[in-house]
């Protein structure tokens, strides 16, 4: 018997109702400030000026060679002022992939609200590469998918977004995230992370007055911030609202990659880097600024022959975490009620009332154009009696995205 009351695991491949309350959450490496900021404590924000009370200013990045101040004011550029936004500070020796123990307790402290959750680092330790990237950043790809599956089975589904710093200067030996490998003991085994994003996009002017480690970092907090400022379905990279440079605060002048080289020094690479399903900054003819080519996920994209599609991308991930999310809170209520049965099985009026429960739930979605549709199927054979378990099957249909146009333009001596 389990005491989570409603259990809604995702489909194998073979949100608050009242409106948006997604939170979102920052852990990575710090320096403490005595009497003011403490290491592996929780801070909840609304706001730039909150992160600063607290000491953490332009001048705390700069004197201590750091990104910290710079994640957080860029996700509150392009998140709006008040969004909440959890954060926790490590000593500077915590890699990766022993960040995901302090992650719980920025988890469970924010009540399990936090949607996305953002790992960033400012080691100084030498970089090792593996496949063209850190050693510290590879090993960590399956642990953050272990954390992200603990977190659902927990009713705290969230998406994690790890910053891809200091990769190879030779963007061809970058490893492949839609193929991705570790090696487990002496063989290598193929991972499917669909709960994790790779940011190695970088603001090449900001970056470059920083040194050592500093100087190769990938902005996760302007990606997060550009998830925070739309609708859970929406594309990272949505070309109409979503451009990340700010003229006037002299932001994002200069694109570039975690590997300290300009835009057009890597410029050449970049369909390959979109193709291996890393989030880097794009830029389009006609148009100024940069912008996220998309929000790929660490998996190969897979549709199978029942037409089922798997997480490939943040917003099918957002798209399941977030129907969970409000499906859960609906059937809550539901649980411990007495359900009358004919002949031990659920008569169909019961049927078709836990049905349209979770319908009601798609239709409140579709109407506010956060998916295409949804459909709930309640099984009659369920058993009440001995088991006690409700079996429902959900299904839903994300929106669709544009990622290219694709036609044929001719002179014609009229139409």
């Given at each position: 018997?389990?005491?989570?009351?409603?259990?809604?695991?995702?489909?194998?491949?073979?949100?608050?109702?009242?409106?948006?309350?997604?939170?979102?959450?920052?852990?990575?490496?710090?320096?403490?400030?005595?009497?003011?900021?403490?290491?592996?404590?929780?801070?909840?924000?609304?706001?730039?000026?909150?992160?600063?009370?607290?000491?953490?200013?332009?001048?705390?990045?700069?004197?201590?060679?750091?990104?910290?101040?710079?994640?957080?004011?860029?996700?509150?550029?392009?998140?709006?002022?008040?969004?909440?936004?959890?954060?926790?500070?490590?000593?500077?020796?915590?890699?990766?992939?022993?960040?995901?123990?302090?992650?719980?307790?920025?988890?469970?402290?924010?009540?399990?609200?936090?949607?996305?959750?953002?790992?960033?680092?400012?080691?100084?330790?030498?970089?090792?590469?593996?496949?063209?990237?850190?050693?510290?950043?590879?090993?960590?790809?399956?642990?953050?998918?272990?954390?992200?599956?603990?977190?659902?089975?927990?009713?705290?589904?969230?998406?994690?977004?790890?910053?891809?710093?200091?990769?190879?200067?030779?963007?061809?030996?970058?490893?492949?995230?839609?193929?991705?490998?570790?090696?487990?003991?002496?063989?290598?085994?193929?991972?499917?992370?669909?709960?994790?994003?790779?940011?190695?996009?970088?603001?090449?002017?900001?970056?470059?007055?920083?040194?050592?480690?500093?100087?190769?970092?990938?902005?996760?907090?302007?990606?997060?911030?550009?998830?925070?400022?739309?609708?859970?379905?929406?594309?990272?990279?949505?070309?109409?609202?979503?451009?990340?440079?700010?003229?006037?605060?002299?932001?994002?002048?200069?694109?570039?990659?975690?590997?300290?080289?300009?835009?057009?020094?890597?410029?050449?690479s970049l369909e390959t880097l979109n193709d291996k399903g890393y989030i880097i900054p794009v830029k389009y003819?006609?148009?100024?600024?940069?912008?996220?080519?998309?929000?790929?996920?660490?998996?190969?994209?897979?549709?199978?022959?029942?037409?089922?599609?798997?997480?490939?991308?943040?917003?099918?991930?957002?798209?399941?975490?977030?129907?969970?999310?409000?499906?859960?809170?609906?059937?809550?209520?539901?649980?411990?009620?007495?359900?009358?049965?004919?002949?031990?099985?659920?008569?169909?009026?019961?049927?078709?009332?836990?049905?349209?429960?979770?319908?009601?739930?798609?239709?409140?979605?579709?109407?506010?154009?956060?998916?295409?549709?949804?459909?709930?199927?309640?099984?009659?054979?369920?058993?009440?009696?001995?088991?006690?378990?409700?079996?429902?099957?959900?299904?839903?249909?994300?929106?669709?995205?544009?990622?290219?146009?694709?036609?044929?333009?001719?002179?014609?001596?009229?139409?």
């Amino acid at each position: 018997m389990s005491l989570r009351g409603v259990g809604i695991s995702e489909g194998n491949i073979g949100v608050n109702q009242s409106g948006d309350a997604r939170e979102f959450g920052l852990i990575g490496n710090g320096i403490a400030i005595a009497k003011k900021l403490d290491l592996n404590t929780a801070y909840i924000l609304r706001r730039i000026q909150d992160a600063e009370s607290l000491g953490i200013t332009a001048e705390y990045d700069t004197k201590n060679n750091v990104h910290v101040h710079r994640h957080i004011s860029e996700f509150y550029r392009n998140a709006k002022p008040g969004r909440k936004l959890n954060i926790m500070l490590l000593a500077d020796t915590v890699v990766f992939k022993d960040m995901t123990v302090e992650a719980k307790n920025l988890m469970v402290n924010a009540d399990g609200m936090i949607s996305d959750l953002g790992f960033f680092s400012n080691s100084t330790d030498a970089i090792t590469l593996i496949n063209g990237l850190p050693t510290a950043v590879s090993e960590a790809i399956t642990e953050f998918q272990n954390l992200a599956q603990w977190a659902s089975v927990n009713d705290m589904p969230l998406h994690i977004t790890v910053e891809g710093f200091g990769i190879s200067e030779t963007l061809s030996n970058l490893a492949d995230l839609r193929d991705f490998e570790v090696v487990i003991g002496t063989e290598p085994v193929k991972v499917s992370a669909t709960k994790v994003s790779m940011v190695i996009a970088q603001d090449w002017q900001h970056a470059e007055a920083f040194t050592g480690n500093a100087k190769k970092y990938a902005d996760v907090g302007t990606f997060l911030g550009i998830v925070a400022s739309h609708a859970w379905n929406r594309n990272p990279g949505e070309v109409e609202t979503k451009n990340i440079q700010n003229v006037s605060l002299n932001s994002w002048m200069i694109g570039g990659l975690s590997n300290h080289k300009k835009y057009s020094e890597v410029f050449e690479s970049l369909e390959t880097l979109n193709d291996k399903g890393y989030i880097i900054p794009v830029k389009y003819q006609g148009k100024a600024g940069y912008w996220f080519n998309d929000g790929a996920t660490i998996a190969p994209i897979v549709i199978d022959e029942q037409g089922n599609v798997n997480q490939h991308a943040i917003y099918y991930s957002h798209t399941i975490d977030e129907c969970t999310r409000a499906l859960r809170q609906v059937y809550l209520p539901e649980i411990k009620k007495p359900v009358p049965l004919e002949s031990r099985l659920l008569p169909i009026d019961m049927v078709e009332y836990y049905n349209a429960i979770g319908d009601a739930v798609f239709k409140k979605f579709e109407k506010a154009g956060l998916i295409s549709e949804g459909k709930t199927n309640v099984d009659p054979l369920s058993d009440l009696l001995g088991s006690k378990i409700l079996n429902v099957q959900f299904t839903v249909v994300p929106t669709g995205t544009i990622n290219e146009l694709i036609g044929t333009i001719n002179l014609k001596t009229s139409l």
